[in-house]
């Protein structure tokens, strides 16, 4: 029984596995998608998105290679973190100041001396909702072509390594039911000779 739980724990870990390297490689090639067909550096489908820290200027509340998750708002207040692109990389920086009326917010990271310059409403992707420290040089990889690569090739090999155990449990319960097959088979000969033995010696 020992031997069988541990088979299907692995059995479980092996398909827990596959399906978060399929999660993932859909994920980032969608993101992947999403970025060439629109030309957006933070696409937000269904409101939200992430984005990954890329400098220290967030210094102490967000670290390089943070992983952020944004939410998109109408409203933005000063405290908030938001994230806006610049030149096609995306800024991660907090409101100074929020002109929600001419629809005109300042920010600044929290590391600089001096504020960005003014930017829109409109040009605010969104607002932090929460981050995960250091995470973010995985989807940072992921999300270019040879990190994408990886990861299908980490997946296909997943894929491989799950079907081959299948197939050699599969070939061991085999194995195992023709072994209790021949013990029954055994059994019933012996069972059927200690019989005619006891005959014999009656007669």
């Known amino acids: ?33 999403a970025i060439i067909v629109t030309g957006d550096p933070l696409p937000m489908p269904l409101g939200f998105g992430s984005a990954v820290v890329l400098s220290g200027s967030m210094e102490p509340a967000l670290s390089v290679n943070d992983l952020i998750f944004v939410v998109r708002s109408g409203e933005y207040e000063v405290g908030d973190i938001v994230v806006y692109s610049t030149g096609g990389t995306p800024v991660v920086h907090r409101v100074v100041q929020a002109d929600m009326q001419s629809g005109i917010i300042i920010t600044r990271g929290d590391a600089n001396n001096t504020d960005d310059d003014p930017v829109s409403v409109a040009r ?49 319960t085999s194995k195992a039911e023709r072994l209790m097959q021949e013990i029954e088979r055994l059994k019933q000969e012996l069972g059927e000779n200690g019989g005619e033995n006891d005959r014999d010696q009656t007669e």
């Open 1 to 33: 029984m020992n031997e069988q739980a541990s088979r299907k724990k692995t059995s479980v870990f092996k398909i827990i596995c596959v399906a978060l390297a399929l999660i993932i490689a859909l994920y980032c090639l969608a993101y992947l998608v």
């Open 124 to 172: 605010i992707k969104g607002k932090m909702l929460f981050s995960v420290p250091y995470v973010g040089a995985i989807p940072r990889f992921i999300r270019t072509v040879p990190g994408l690569v990886t990861v299908l090739l980490v997946l296909f090999a997943l894929l491989f390594v799950s079907v081959r155990g299948k197939a050699a449990e599969s070939e061991e």
